[in-house]
């Protein structure tokens, strides 16, 4: 079993970060800042947003996100200077070759860098096809070459289990299958990316076509969705380019709140379980969810602790080529018992409601799984809803004038109802692969195969007591930071102390190739 010190095998290493503003890239880059100050400097690449350049939003970032709550409590009013001495920002883009780096700022790196984390991608299930060939898989591909660029520099690349595809049952295990698809059928990593980047080209669709191409190119070979297939040609399209370039490829499973760091609970965005969880403490009684099968469950620190260790592996020469970092092998979470969880969640957060009805009812109103084609499933409601909004619309039209405005009130909550159903459905068939479709295990034996010297870094899935995570962890994070989200709420937001900012002295940020530095 390999030994790891953490410290001792990021002490002194210049590394490059990308996607630092996503979810995981700023609770990973927080952590390393955190209990990792041996490492001489990170490199943040971020991309300039119209007229706020690359400092200014990480500056914004490490401002007024909770990821970066432990740095302020640690370091308070000197944490500028701690970050200028250990971070600097690179203003860039990952869709570019070289990131969109200036030449004279890349050959630079090129001599310092002993790792790349590239984190950056989209996490949407639904993605336009333009964009996830873009960031997810050109993106993956401009890292794999600035990497072989570099005199010494390794790369971990983080993917996603979920690239197994629409498999029905089974163990996935921890391998890199060239020109893999999930279905069979032929697959030419190469030819399809060159197809990719013509179509995408030339071709002129509606906004929403893009998404429907997505799923159907993902289809074709077995993907459940434009999300899952990017990664999966990404992830061939690495092996078959790598060389002799050292990488290791990370796939966590569902990366939810984290357990400990930065602190219990914290979440962001409105993917992964916040829809669902969400729905589930609304009205709606019935859910199309197959009890029987397994959630693949993490939280976003132990990804990180993952993450940590394939760098550390990968500098101390003795680096796993894939990583799955999931609880199903080893702490399997069933879906019964989370239904029943997020249950009794909801339940105690609607009995300290300031309204009566939520008080009374909510509170008992506990959501029922279903078949998917169960006559009390949201597409069945949604068809009932239709077709009562069509009865009352006919009424209308026959009744006499005095009843019209009791027919309108009726027809609007007829209206809202029959909408949140169709919302609901849509919810439930982006996740329908995750909860109904398939059953399969992710293998996790590579991440355990390691001894790490500090026990905060050993990330232990077999370890999480799921009544505790869900009802204590879980569900207070989404509902603080993710269901506003969901409703079109402000998001809280960290409060740093009054004039933060980070010393940079002349440095503005290394600027995009061919643009002015």
């Known amino acids: 079993m390999p030994k790891l010190s953490i410290h001792r095998a990021y002490r002194g290493k210049h590394i490059l970060l990308t996607g630092a503003s996503g979810f995981l890239g700023k609770v990973w880059l927080s952590l390393m800042l955190d209990r990792i100050p041996e490492i001489e400097k990170i490199y943040v690449l971020i991309r300039r947003k119209r007229d706020t350049g690359a400092w200014e939003r990480f500056e914004e970032i490490v401002a007024t996100s909770y990821a970066f709550e432990p740095l302020h409590r640690r370091h308070g009013e000197a944490l500028g200077a ?36 590239h984190c ?45 595809g629409d498999i029905r049952e089974g163990m996935a295990p921890e391998a890199l299958a060239p020109d893999y698809a999930p279905n069979g059928r032929p697959m030419d990593a190469e030819a399809e990316y060159e197809e990719l980047l013509s ?23 077995g993907w459940p969705n434009g999300y899952t297939y990017s990664k999966s040609l990404a992830e061939s399209l690495i092996r078959k380019r790598a060389g002799d370039l050292k990488y290791s490829v990370v796939r966590p499973a569902v990366v939810e709140s984290s357990m400990h760091y930065p602190f219990p609970g914290w979440n962001e965005g409105a993917q992964t379980c916040a829809p669902l969880s969400y729905l589930l403490g609304t009205w709606l009684r019935f859910f199309p969810i197959n009890t029987r099968h397994v959630l693949d469950v993490i939280p ?33 979470l069933r879906l019964d018992r989370m239904l029943e969880l997020l249950n009794l969640a909801h339940r105690a957060h609607w009995r300290q409601s300031a309204s009566p009805l939520e008080r009374i009812f909510l509170s008992r109103w506990d959501s029922v799984a279903v078949s998917q084609d169960s006559p009390l499933g949201p597409e069945s409601l949604r068809k009932t809803a239709a077709a009562v909004f069509e009865a009352l619309r006919g009424l209308k039209e026959r009744s006499p004038k005095a009843i019209h405005e009791y027919l309108n009130k009726a027809l609007s909550s007829v209206n809202k109802a029959k909408w949140a159903l169709v919302k609901t459905e849509k919810v439930v068939e982006v996740f329908a692969p995750f909860i109904y479709r398939t059953d399969f295990r992710f293998v996790t034996e590579a991440l355990a195969k390691y001894q790490i010297e500090e026990e905060a870094f050993a990330a232990k899935p077999e370890d999480i007591d799921w009544r505790h995570y869900i009802m204590k962890v879980l569900e207070p994070g989404l509902r603080r930071w993710c269901y506003p989200v969901l409703e079109g709420k402000p998001v809280e937001k960290l409060s740093a102390p009054r004039g933060f900012r980070i010393p940079r002295g002349d440095r503005p940020g290394l600027r995009i190739a061919g643009r002015a530095r």
């Not at 690179?90 to 070289?98: A, N």
């Not at 591909?141 to 979920?162: E, I």
């Open 82 to 117: 701690y970050l200028a001495e250990r971070v600097e920002v690179v203003e860039g883009d990952v869709s570019l070759p070289d990131f969109g780096i200036d030449p004279e700022a890349a050959e630079d790196l090129t001599r310092k860098l002993d790792l790349i984390v």
């Open 199 to 221: 179509f995408v080209k030339t071709a002129s669709l509606k906004d929403s076509e893009w998404v429907d191409e997505a799923r159907r190119r993902a289809a074709g070979y």
């Open 300 to 332: 976003v620190d132990y990804v990180c602790q993952a993450v940590t260790v394939a760098g550390a592996a990968l500098m101390e020469g003795c680096a796993s080529q894939v990583i799955q970092v999931g609880s199903s092998q080893r702490n399997p």
């Open 120 to 164: 950056a991608g989209l996490v949407d299930f639904e993605p336009d096809l333009r964009e996830a060939v873009e960031t997810n898989i050109s993106g993956s591909l401009h890292a794999v070459d600035f990497a072989k660029r570099c005199q010494r520099a390794a790369l971990v690349h983080v993917s996603t289990c979920y690239v197994v």
